[in-house]
């Protein structure tokens, strides 16, 4: 184990950073690794459509992202030529999205002369645990739980992460909202069957638990065994049970979460946990890991929940360890939908 602590011979400086990858316009002001303000101009232009649809994702990003900048840096008491360094979200993502953040990151470093830092979305999901904990103990295991990304991750030291296990197929955050779709609950249903699952038994019915290799997982058995059961019951014995269902389907998938977690952590022998991600706000999931951390005795990381969902605070955070060893962008960054 070895105690990380941020380079103190690092300038003094304050960092913009843009997320445009989704549905939401994060943006956030860093100085010297402490984030001053962090920013979400959400969409709900999206709702009527039962999930995210790109083109008016882009449109709300343009009309976002001048307003959400000024008043992250109004918030941080600073004004844009105190800037020392932009920072954008590359990929993954939605193309259109993205671009926009790029563009406008590209346009802000010509004109201020500063430079330019490019950041991967899922290793500023996992960065996030260092989040206002600049002396983070490592190794640690993350466990990446988003909409699009189910992941256990070893990470060595900031920027230093080696993938240990991924999903086959569905993401954790997505099985969450095609349940809660076929339960008829607006998107994203994640939050729902979260609120819901509160009140109710969450072995009143039994789900099962998926095969895949080692430290992978694959929800696509999982997605079939809620439309299997709930394609059974009638509207009223799923209004009225709706509790216990929704945490019956919660515990289906932390549970299973934590079959594939738990069995990394012996492996490796590593016992500092952190979790990330936007299906790490999930109340059941949190409360699991607490409980784990008892028996285990593991050093765990829950994230505040502004830091979990898509955000610019971890794209700060990262680009921060970035600007510390030099990692800069050219005008010439491209967005990218997949990989990195
Ligand atoms: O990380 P994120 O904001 O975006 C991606 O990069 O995908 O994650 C979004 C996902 C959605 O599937 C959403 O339903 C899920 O996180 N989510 C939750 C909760 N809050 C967000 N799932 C379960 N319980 C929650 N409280
Ligand atoms: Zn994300």
């Known amino acids: 184990m070895q105690n990380y602590t941020a380079n103190t011979q690092a ?13 939401d316009t994060g943006i956030a002001v860093l100085h010297n690794g402490n984030i001053l303000a962090n920013m979400v101009a959400g969409q709900a232009v999206h709702q009527a459509w039962g999930g995210v649809v790109p083109e008016l994702a ?10 959400t900048v000024d008043a992250a840096l109004k918030q941080a008491g600073i004004t844009v030529s105190q800037l020392s360094a932009i920072a954008f979200t590359a990929g993954p993502g939605l193309v259109g999205s993205l671009m926009v953040g790029v563009g406008f990151a590209k346009a802000l470093a010509l004109s201020l002369n500063i430079p330019l830092i490019q950041t991967d979305h899922l290793v500023a999901h996992v960065m996030s645990s260092l989040i206002g904990k600049p002396d983070f103990s490592f190794p640690y295991l993350c466990l990446l739980v988003s909409g699009g990304h189910t992941q256990i991750i070893r990470v060595d030291a900031p920027l230093k992460m080696e993938v240990l296990g991924s999903t086959n197929d569905d993401a954790a955050g997505e099985a969450f909202d095609k349940a809660a779709k076929m339960l008829g609950l607006p998107y994203p249903g994640g939050p729902l069957i979260d609120k819901y699952a509160k009140d109710g038994d969450s072995m009143r019915f039994p789900f099962p638990r998926p095969r895949a290799e080692k ?11 809620y439309l299997q059961f709930i394609s059974k019951q ?12 929704c945490a019956s389907i919660q515990h289906s998938i ?50 505040a929940f502004e830091y979990c969902t898509d955000n610019a605070g971890m794209i700060a955070i990262t680009a921060w360890y970035q600007f510390l060893q030099r990692d800069f962008a050219g005008q010439d960054a ?5 990989g990195g």
């Open 234 to 245: 009638t509207p009223e014995f799923l209004a009225q049970n709706l509790p216990d269902i």
């Open 58 to 67: 882009s449109r709300a990003h343009e009309k976002n992202i001048v307003p």
């Open 254 to 303: 932390v549970d299973y979460l934590f079959i594939k977690l738990k069995l990394a952590a012996s492996d490796t022998g590593i016992k500092t946990i952190a979790i990330a991600g936007g299906v790490a706000a999930n109340t059941g999931l949190r409360n699991r890991l607490t409980q784990e951390s008892k028996t285990n005795d593991w050093q765990v990381h829950i994230p």
């Open 334 to 338: 491209v967005a990218y939908a997949r």
């Open 11 to 23: 300038p003094d400086m304050y960092l913009l950073a843009i997320e445009s990858s989704c549905d």
């Open 215 to 225: 430290y992978d997982y694959s929800f696509s058995g999982l997605k079939t065994a």
